[in-house]
């Protein structure tokens, strides 16, 4: 299985919602990472999971948690969002933090109301 | 950090011909290059990637060229086809000290019939 999978492929929540975004792969990657990106803009890189431990946080609001339970899973768990965090939510996994090639989910496109 | 310049940020080619993006770098240490093709509605796809002790890499159609002295990489498609419009995103990482992806801002390719 050389693929990323997520789910869901689409989220509509409101501003008081409570919803979680889902990330597989079966590679035996021991990084994992999650972007968001916007319309025509480049992906942004939001936190890094390296062997299970978070290793780069990037000054992300608290409103996002991730959450990684096993080597194979990455969750990012969201909470009172607000309308510009509507994007794409990419996960991303590889080998290792610092070698291999990222090989990027196909999104959940959230939508906040 | 490290910066990545990309230009131009629209290149329109007519099927056949060849297609050039070019992208620069501020970080001397960054040593990890790779290249992602992202077509709408759909997650960045790794294509083709060169490490800084390559000068060049070659996949079919596509190439990439590193200048370690400028700071500099591109790619390179010949023979162009229409399936390869889309919207490419260059990137380095330093893969000794950092698990962080730094993207160009992307080039949106069209290739006309």
């Known amino acids: 299985d050389t693929e990323v999978t997520q789910t869901p492929k689409h989220l509509v929540m409101g501003m008081t919602n409570k919803k979680s975004l889902k990330c597989e792969q079966h590679?035996?990657?021991?990084?994992m990472y999650w972007y968001k990106q916007k319309a025509k803009k480049p992906p942004e890189l939001m936190f890094v999971?390296?062997?299970?431990?978070?290793?780069i946080n990037e000054s992300v609001p608290s409103r996002f948690s991730p959450e990684c339970p096993n080597s194979s899973l990455l969750n990012l768990h969201l909470h009172a969002l607000q309308p510009e965090d509507s994007a794409l939510y990419l996960c991303?996994?590889?080998?290792?933090?610092?070698?291999?090639?990222?090989?990027f989910g196909p999104g959940t496109r959230l939508t906040v109301t | 950090g490290e910066n990545v310049e990309q230009h131009p940020s629209t290149l329109s080619v007519q099927e056949g011909d060849s297609a050039v993006i070019k992208c620069t770098y501020s970080?001397?240490?960054?040593?990890?290059f790779p290249w992602y093709k992202q077509e709408l509605g759909k997650r960045p796809q790794l294509i083709i990637d060169?490490?800084?002790?390559?000068g060049e890499k070659k996949d079919q159609r596509i190439a990439v060229t590193l200048n370690k002295t400028a700071k500099h990489f591109s790619l390179h498609i010949t023979e162009t086809q229409p399936e390869d419009s889309a919207v490419y995103f260059c990137?380095?990482?330093?893969?000794?000290?950092?698990?962080?992806?730094?993207f160009g801002t992307g080039t949106r390719l069209q290739v006309t019939l």
């Open positions: 991303a996994s590889s080998q290792d933090a610092r070698v291999g090639e990222q090989y």
């Open positions: 590679m035996g990657h021991r990084a």
């Open positions: 999971y390296s062997y299970e431990k978070l290793s």
């Open positions: 970080d001397s240490a960054s040593n990890y």
């Open positions: 060169i490490r800084s002790n390559v």
């Open positions: 990137a380095a990482r330093n893969t000794g000290t950092a698990s962080k992806l730094t």
